[in-house]
């Protein structure tokens, strides 16, 4: 039985070896196809996206767009500090580097899932959401503390001012919070029915819950590595590198990014607008409560400026490398889009190029609003990459500002069909 056994996945190794080796084929004969001579999306064929496979020391993995040979050496603990590894930077030679490159525009970035790191993504995230849920209630409590002494006072009196000040600059700060979070939801269901990754099928109930969750981790800025497990964990993706196997006992994932500045910017959406918002806000009200603080501390009053104070190191913080990462990412795309997008670069671009230069603009569209030069555009609708979109008149400004405030994507401009490239 062993012995049967071992020939019938012989000969199913053989079978699927010949089957990628054949699509392999037919693949790079396509992508050297002139540009001008495509008659039909390529996200329209499956074998764009279908997965490859290949036999390695211990099991059979699957991956695309990532030197799967290099997996053979790659540690899952750092070979210097014996610290657990969770991301790593590599080339297309396969060459690792456990550590930031001097050079990091000759690599590629690249995170190891498995599930120790995934459970120090998970608890890292659920601490920084009870920091920001204890500094709410402590901040809510406060305030509601402060609004007995707001019935009787002399206006003329500057503790008095202070005492109204702090209860209004907190419901203020909740309200335009409560909102910001709210309009980054709607633009991002909104967005999803590109891909249509949620199900809209279901009840009205299952609706509600997709809308409510999808606000509440907008609220909390959830991490982008753990609302999208589904679709970063999804095996038909054209252009996003990752590799499926099992090393040393260890199941694990590998996800790439062309820059490590691109997966600080999508990991975290809702940064440029959320963390703004409550820095603005938890500023004043760290402020107030030190001048209400002359007569001494009580415990509630020391918690709420502890934990206020602490939130505001952070976000300030988390704010600063933010930025950094966002503006190294928008350098990084618009060089990308120079050197691809001129009407001489478009009249010799092939398959491989025309995919990045799409994801290059989507990416620009996405994050910093930017829309895709008028040629470019028609030429990507030309060849049935993209669809022209019909404008949505608007009959205030306010939407417009609420939109660009949330993120929400222009309208009146191009979307890639279904499905998404990354």
């Known amino acids: 039985q062993r012995l049967a056994l071992s020939a019938q996945r012989s000969a199913l190794g053989a079978q699927q070896a010949m089957a990628v080796t054949s699509a392999a084929a037919m693949e790079e004969e396509a992508s050297k196809e002139p540009l001008v001579e495509r008659t039909a999306p390529r996200f329209a064929t499956g074998a764009f996206c279908e997965p490859r496979y290949q036999r390695l020391e211990q099991c059979t993995a699957v991956y695309r767009n990532f030197p799967v040979e290099s997996v053979n050496e790659l ?11 969770s991301e790593f930077w590599y080339n297309d030679m396969g060459n690792i580097s456990y550590d930031k490159p001097g050079d990091p525009t000759s690599f590629k970035y690249a995170r190891l899932i498995t599930k120790s790191s995934m459970y120090e993504n998970m608890g890292t995230a659920m601490i920084d959401n009870a920091l920001v849920v204890s500094t709410f209630i402590a901040q809510l409590n406060y305030a509601v503390k402060l609004m007995p002494d707001t019935t009787t006072g002399d206006w003329g009196d500057w503790g008095y001012r202070l005492t109204l000040a702090y209860p209004a600059i907190f419901a203020l700060k909740v309200i335009l919070w409560f909102a910001c979070a709210l309009l980054k939801a709607r633009a991002k269901l909104r967005a999803d029915r590109l891909v249509r990754d949620f199900v809209e099928d279901a009840d009205a109930v299952s609706v509600a819950k997709t809308w409510f969750f999808t606000w509440f981790f907008h609220l909390l800025n959830v991490p982008h590595s753990l609302t999208e497990v589904s679709s970063q964990f999804h095996v038909h993706k054209p252009v996003q590198p990752y590799a499926v196997f099992r090393s040393q006992y260890h199941r694990a994932w590998i996800v790439g990014w062309p820059s490590q500045e691109q997966y600080d910017v999508e990991n975290k959406p809702g940064s440029l607008v959320m963390l703004p918002v409550s820095i603005s806000f938890d500023l004043p009200l760290v402020v107030t409560q ?31 490398l933010y930025k950094r990462a966002r503006s190294t990412f928008y350098r990084t795309l618009k060089a990308c889009t120079a050197e691809r997008s001129s009407e001489q670069s478009l009249e010799e671009c092939r398959y491989q190029d025309f995919d990045q230069l799409m994801v290059t603009y989507r990416l620009l569209e996405t994050h910093f609003g930017e829309p895709m030069p008028s040629h470019v555009h028609e030429r990507a609708v030309e060849h049935g990459w993209l669809k022209a979109r019909e404008p949505v008149k608007e009959t205030s400004r306010l939407p417009r500002l609420l939109g660009s405030l949330a993120g929400a994507r222009p309208t009146g401009c191009c979307g890639l069909l279904p499905p998404s490239p990354l």
């Open 75 to 85: 540690a899952f603990v750092h070979p210097d500090t014996n610290k657990l590894v």
């Open 290 to 320: 030190l001048c209400l603080a002359e007569g001494g501390l009580d415990f509630l009053a020391a918690f709420t400026l502890l934990v206020s104070v602490l939130s505001l190191f952070l976000k300030v913080y988390g704010l600063i």
